[in-house]
């Protein structure tokens, strides 16, 4: 079974305007992390936010917040403000476990574009 | 504080032959992770390193794949014969630590091409 998925191949949005990229995930565990990793067309993997299972409140970095439902185990990256610069692959990704160094698995991806 | 280090950044070669990736962490991060990322889709775990111990390396095509950490440091991950399906991009990543909240930092990636 798919632990994470995305299903928003794509998404466009207008310059200055907020979006939502959104993200499903499936665990047993009872303790994990979410993350959301951007990958510009250079190809590295920039961190954006985290979010733990028991944090209580949603995660928040500057342009980002992350739209964290337990019950319904998504975590929906919002970007405000949408720039040029955001344009690239967003991913979604899992780490299960209390373990600081379980490795990732990531979603199929979503590409934004930001249209001036 | 430099990032994650990897060469080559790009490799074109002929099915068959041999290859060689290497990747120089963040100072200090125990663990080292190799990831493969095939076009369109996101990173798979390939192997993950404690120190210079392979801890989880299932994924690993131990066939044609092999990989190494010396000292702990760097790590160096090998495709030999590679095979046209072996075209991707070959991400390292490191991190500190096994605390709860730990964020593993990536390098820019070796996009191999296998004619």
């Known amino acids: 079974a798919q632990k994470i998925t995305q299903t928003q191949p794509g998404m466009f949005v207008q310059e200055k305007e907020a979006v939502t990229l959104d993200c499903t995930y499936d665990?047993?565990?009872?303790?994990?992390?979410l993350f959301w990793y951007k990958q510009p067309s250079s190809g590295e993997m920039i961190f954006l936010i985290y979010?733990?299972?028991?944090?209580?409140q949603n995660a928040t970095e500057g342009r980002y917040s992350l739209n964290f439902q337990k019950a319904r185990k998504s975590a929906n990256l919002v970007i405000s403000a949408s720039q040029l610069g955001d344009s690239a692959m967003y991913f979604c990704a899992m780490r299960e476990g209390r373990a600081g160094n379980t490795p990732l698995v990531f979603g199929k991806g979503t590409r934004l574009s930001v249209i001036a | 504080e430099a990032g994650v280090v990897q060469s080559p950044r790009y490799k074109i070669i002929e099915k068959k032959q041999p290859v060689a990736f290497w990747c120089n962490p963040i100072?200090?991060?125990?663990?080292l992770y190799w990831y493969l990322q095939n076009l369109g889709q996101g990173p798979e775990l390939l192997i993950r390193y404690e120190n210079e111990e392979a801890v989880d390396d299932s994924q690993l095509p131990k066939d044609r794949f092999s990989a190494e950490r010396l000292k702990g440091v760097d790590s160096t991950l090998k495709i030999q014969p590679a095979e046209l399906g072996d075209s991707a991009v070959y991400l390292c990543a490191s991190s500190l630590g096994r605390s709860y909240y730990n964020e593993q930092f990536f390098g820019p990636g070796t996009r191999l091409t296998v004619l």
């Open positions: 665990t047993s565990d009872p303790s994990y992390g």
């Open positions: 979010q733990g299972s028991y944090d209580q």
């Open positions: 100072s200090g991060h125990n663990t």
